[in-house]
């Protein structure tokens, strides 16, 4: 069984940044497309960036530039380092894994999630 558990979320002000950590257990991040969603009070959870299993990444429009994806394979962690925050990027994050080699997925295991507050 994967278990996915995030870190790293937490307040700041606009401009500023943060980075998200996803530590993976029970099998290699690398035997998934592993992404990163939001969502937003009263919105739809978003896809915000993934990464393959070959490390090709994928980024939602409004974070390009901005957000990078990245794994280190020695401690089994996905990062999301989020750059120039802004007040729309206040959301709860969660890390989630897929099986599906396919960008939107579907994702089979999900983190609990954690915080970002961007105060502007």
């Known amino acids: 069984q994967v278990q996915l558990v995030e870190s790293g979320g937490g307040s700041v002000q606009a401009g500023g940044s943060l980075r998200l950590s996803c530590a993976v257990s029970?099998?290699?991040?690398?035997?998934?497309?592993m992404g990163w969603f939001r969502q937003a009070p009263g919105k739809e959870r978003e896809l915000v960036a993934t990464?393959?299993?070959?490390?090709?990444?994928y980024y939602v429009d409004s974070v390009k530039g901005r957000f990078t994806i990245s794994g280190d394979s020695a401690k089994n962690t996905v990062y999301l380092q989020m750059n120039s925050l802004k007040p729309e990027d206040t959301a709860v994050y969660y890390c989630?894994?897929?099986?599906?080699?396919?960008?939107?997925?579907?994702?089979?295991?999900w983190g609990q999630g954690t915080q970002v507050t961007v105060s502007s």
């Open positions: 989630a894994a897929a099986l599906s080699t396919i960008v939107a997925g579907p994702y089979d295991y």
């Open positions: 029970g099998r290699s991040f690398r035997s998934y497309t």
């Open positions: 990464i393959s299993s070959s490390g090709s990444t």
